[in-house]
């Protein structure tokens, strides 16, 4: 039996205070939940303070570059289908230097889920604004206040019909690793942006600030009907929507490619290798 001690426990490097914690201890819960050995799970992440968190779970880990999580990830899937894949980095990570790639994933669907810790900030660097920051918003690089709308990833991953979206609140951990629960049993991309308090450099966007306005969805919500989950997903102001937002049963990447099995098992055939290599003679 998969217990939370086999997912071990380190030292991090996060603030005290940090709303990535409860982000890690969701994640665990949710990996022991599915009955997930660690040598099962493959955990996928970029550059910065949430991206640090695979460097804490005693599992398998792939740490790419800055914004880069995405790709690779996709490659480890159809290397290794046998893996169950969790991806998650920063929203400066993710729909800022990987933000095409997230537009990319949306639209091949491969079967992972997707965590994004969204301190509206670029923590690790020390604040300045990402692209979730809002209008307006003082850091010491963005001295006059940001000059940009900020990008809603849900609604975008909405508009573009991905297969699972959801919004999640450090400040609600079990209603965060329900969701994480729920996005890893999902066949497809599971989408699941985590407001997450940077108590060192966001200022605004506190624990408290997000408390007061995030709304679990109420029971019967339909997260089936694409326009009402449009709708619930452009939702930002004195309440913020959490819960599964979206849902579709869309092909997989997978589903769209003749897939047989981790590539390390494949036999290899020396006779087709040298039929491949005189097509190119
Ligand atoms: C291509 C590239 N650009 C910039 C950096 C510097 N950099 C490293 S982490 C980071 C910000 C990370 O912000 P976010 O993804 O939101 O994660 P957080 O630290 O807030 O958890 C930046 C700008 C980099 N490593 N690579
Ligand atoms: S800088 Fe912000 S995001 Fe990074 S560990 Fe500290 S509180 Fe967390
Ligand atoms: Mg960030």
Known sequence: MTTLEDYGTYETAWCPGCGNFAILDAVKSALVAAKLSPHEALMVSGIGQAAKLPHYLNCNVFNGLHGRALPAATGARLANPKLHMIVESGDGCTYGEGGNHFLAAIRRNPDFTLIVHDNQVYGLT?????????????TKAQP???????????????AMRASFVA??????????SDLIQQGMAHKGMAIIDVLQPCVSFNKVNTFAWYKSRCTPLPDDYDPTDWEIALRTAAQWGETIPVGVLYKNDRRTLEDHLDMKGPLALHKSDSAELVSILKSYE
Request: hydrophobic share 30%; net charge negative.
């Open 126 to 138: 020390k604040g300045q604004a990402s692209p979730t920051t809002e209008e307006g918003h003082v």
């Open 144 to 158: 006059s206040g940001v000059a940009s709308e900020p990008f809603n990833p849900v609604e975008v991953a909405v």
């Open 167 to 176: 919004r999640g609140f450090s400040g609600l951990p079990d209603h965060l």
